[in-house]
C-alpha cells in the first residue's frame, strides 16, 4: 500500500483488486449467499482495522482468507437462527475439505478469470438460465412457475449449465487447477 | 422434497430448499465418494461467480460502497456507546459523590447534635448544682431521721419570730 496517498482509497484500491475472490472463498467455506457479501465485508473491515499486523511480505489475499477462516469458524460456533451458514454440517465439511487441500491464492484467481470468460461463452438459453438464477434471485421453483417447468427439471438444466462451466474452466486452466 | 442422485441432492442445496432428511443423505454420498465434495465445491465457485458477473448489486463498486457505508456506521455506534458510557460514568461519579456528600452532612449533623445536648446536660448540671434542694427519700432507709423535724422546727420557729414581730 502507498502510505503517501489516502489510506482509505489504497485500501479501497486493495478491495477492489481481492473482493471477487475473496467472496468466493467465503461461498466456498459454507457461507449462505445472502450473507456472502456481509461476511465479506466483515473480512475486509477486520483486516483495515488491523492493517499494522499485516506483514507485506505474505500475499494479501492470504492474510485476508486466514480472516475469513477465523469469521467462519466463529459463525459455526453460533447457535440457532442467527447463523449465515448454508447448514452447519454442510460448512464444517466444506471447511475441513479447505484445510486438507489448501487451494492456492493462484488457483482460486485463475479459476476466477477462465470462469468469466467461459460464463461469457454460454449460449444465449444458457444465459437466461444464468440470469434467472443469479440476477432474479429466483430459486428453482420460482424459475419453474416462470418457466412453465418442474422445480426438479430446472435444477437438473441448471446443473447441466454448471457442468458446461466447469469443464470450460478446465479446458481453460486444467482439471488439477481447480481450486 | 425427496432427491434420488447425489448431483441431485447438489443442486437442491445450491438451488432450492433441501430438509434435514436430504442433508443427511448427501452427507453420506460424500462420506462414501469423496470426490462429490469436491464436485459440491466446484459448483458452489460457479455460482458465486455467476452471481458475481451478472447481479448488478454484486459488482465491485456496490460492494466497496456498502463496505464503508457499514465501517462509518460502526464508527458511529461506537462513538454513541462511548457517549453514553461517559454518561454512566459520570452519572456514577457524581452519585457516589452525592452518596457521600450524605453521609458527611448526617456525621456533620449528628456531631453539633451531640455537642449541643452535652453543653445542654452541661448547663443543667451546673445551674442545678447552683439551687438548693430539698432532700429527696427514695426510700425510708435513707431518710435523715433527724433533718426534717429539724428543718420544720426551722420553719415553724421562723414563722413564730415573723408573728411575734407582727
Known amino acids: 500500500m502507498d502510505h503517501s496517498e489516502d489510506p482509505d482509497s489504497a485500501f479501497s484500491t486493495l478491495v477492489a483488486e481481492h473482493q471477487a475472490v475473496l467472496r468466493t472463498f467465503v461461498r466456498m467455506l459454507g457461507i449462505h449467499p445472502m450473507w456472502v457479501d456481509d461476511v465479506s465485508q466483515e473480512v475486509f473491515l477486520i483486516a483495515y482495522r488491523n492493517f499494522a499486523a499485516y506483514d507485506p511480505e505474505r500475499e494479501f489475499l492470504t492474510w485476508l482468507r486466514g480472516i475469513a477462516r477465523n469469521v467462519v469458524a466463529n459463525e459455526r460456533r453460533k447457535e440457532g437462527r442467527r447463523s449465515r451458514l448454508i447448514r452447519r454440517d454442510v460448512a464444517e465439511l466444506l471447511a475441513r475439505a479447505i484445510d486438507d487441500t489448501q487451494p492456492s491464492s493462484m488457483s482460486l484467481r485463475e479459476t476466477h478469470t477462465a470462469l468469466r470468460l467461459c460464463i461469457d461463452d454460454l449460449p444465449a438459453h444458457s444465459r437466461e438460465l444464468v440470469r434467472l438464477r443469479y440476477e432474479e434471485d429466483l430459486d428453482s ?14 435444477r437438473q438444466a441448471l446443473f447441466r449449465v454448471r457442468e458446461v462451466l466447469r469443464r470450460c474452466v478446465e479446458g481453460r486452466i486444467g482439471k488439477e487447477a481447480w481450486p | 422434497m425427496t432427491a434420488q442422485t447425489p448431483e441431485e441432492l447438489i443442486s437442491l442445496v445450491l438451488d ?14 460424500i462420506d462414501e465418494d469423496p470426490r462429490l465434495l469436491r464436485l ?26 456498502g463496505m464503508w457505508q457499514r465501517h462509518r456506521a460502526e464508527q458511529d455506534a461506537l462513538a454513541y456507546t462511548e457517549r453514553v458510557m461517559s454518561k454512566i460514568r ?53 431518710v435523715d431521721a433527724e433533718r426534717v423535724p429539724r428543718a420544720l422546727d426551722l420553719r415553724i420557729a421562723a414563722f413564730l419570730q415573723r408573728r411575734s414581730v407582727e
Open chain 2, 90 to 142: 459520570h452519572e456514577r461519579t457524581r452519585a457516589i459523590r452525592a452518596a457521600k456528600s450524605l453521609v458527611w452532612e448526617i456525621g456533620g449533623m449528628s456531631a453539633a447534635a451531640l455537642l449541643l445536648v452535652s453543653l445542654m446536660m452541661l448547663t443543667v448540671r451546673s445551674v442545678a448544682e447552683r439551687m438548693p434542694m430539698a432532700p429527696v427519700a427514695e426510700n425510708a432507709e435513707n
Open chain 2, 16 to 29: 432450492g430448499h433441501p430438509d434435514s432428511a436430504d442433508i443427511a443423505r448427501l452427507l453420506r454420498a
Open chain 1, 141 to 154: 421453483d420460482a424459475m419453474g412457475a416462470d418457466l412453465g417447468r418442474a422445480g426438479n427439471a430446472v
Open chain 2, 40 to 65: 459440491m465445491r466446484q459448483h458452489l465457485i460457479i455460482s458465486e461467480v455467476a452471481s458475481q458477473v451478472v447481479a448488478p448489486e454484486r459488482r465491485c463498486e456496490p460492494f466497496i460502497a
